[in-house]
T-cell receptor, first 116, second 112 residues
Framework: GAVVSQHPSRVICKSGTSVKIECRSL??????MFWYRQFPKQSLMLMAT?????????EQGVEKDKFLINHASLTLSTLTVTSAHPEDSSFYIC????????????FGNGTRLTVT | QKEVEQNSGPLSVPEGAIASLNCTYS??????FFWYRQYSGKSPELIMS????GDKEDGRFTAQLNKASQYVSLLIRDSQPSDSATYLC????????????FGGGTRVLVKP
């Protein structure tokens, strides 16, 4: 089955620093990957769509200069949280699907970010 | 109206009973429907996909799709405490650029 790997699983950083999260599709190519954020006891919120070889598409209200997305290859997308603040503490999850019609999304294991 | 709606629950069911979860969606032309299970602190995992009207069974899970009424449901037979989780309904919504749109999830509690 399609496997999506996300790293790191957990990170604690100080306020003002930047954190990079990697998302890899291990056994398929993904021209598109999706980044979600989930606060405790809330539903998944799509942050942005990562497009291989072009700019990411951000959802309304998501700051593109704060959440930098790079999708340099068909198997890797990265999300960098720049100048992190405590309110950025959340569970960040990436997802991707094989390029087959109606194929479901497969999720990485998520990254728990804590900004102190 | 939200694009994908679910009752937030919690849905409390005794062990061994059937848990019935419902999901309605707004886009009449949606073609792909998925159920994900999410344990607390974990990422969602796919448990069922359904594309045609009717029932689809996989082990203790049955997905039911009715496109005319725009709803999709999930039945969990012989519910186990390990089934306690949040279940997310996801639908490809054309108006959202064919992105997979998630409902808010239904929290299920299976009591021994």
């Amino acid at each position: 089955g399609a496997v999506v790997s996300q790293h790191p699983s957990r990170v604690i950083c100080k306020s003002g620093t930047s954190v990079k999260i990697e998302c890899r599709s291990l056994d398929f190519q993904a021209t598109t990957m999706f980044w979600y954020r989930q606060f405790p006891k809330q539903s998944l919120m799509l942050m942005a769509t990562s497009n291989e070889g072009s700019k990411a598409t951000y959802e309304q209200g998501v700051e593109k200069d704060k959440f930098l997305i790079n999708h340099a290859s068909l198997t890797l997308s990265t999300l960098t949280v720049t100048s992190a603040h405590p309110e950025d503490s959340s569970f960040y999850i990436c997802s991707a699907s094989p390029q087959i019609k109606n194929s479901p999304l497969h999720f990485g294991n998520g990254t728990r970010l804590t900004v102190t | 109206q939200k694009e994908v709606e679910q009752n937030s629950g919690p849905l409390s069911v005794p062990e061994g009973a059937i848990a019935s979860l419902n999901c309605t969606y707004s886009d009449r032309v949606s073609q792909s429907f998925f159920w994900y299970r999410q344990y607390s602190g974990k990422s969602p995992e796919l448990i069922m996909s359904i594309y045609s009207n009717g029932d689809k069974e996989d082990g203790r899970f049955t997905a039911q799709l009715n496109k005319a009424s725009q709803y999709v449901s999930l039945l969990i037979r012989d519910s186990q405490p390990s089934d306690s989780a949040t279940y997310l309904c996801a639908v490809n919504i054309k108006a959202a650029g064919n992105k997979l749109t998630f409902g808010g999830g239904t929290r299920v509690l299976v009591k021994p």
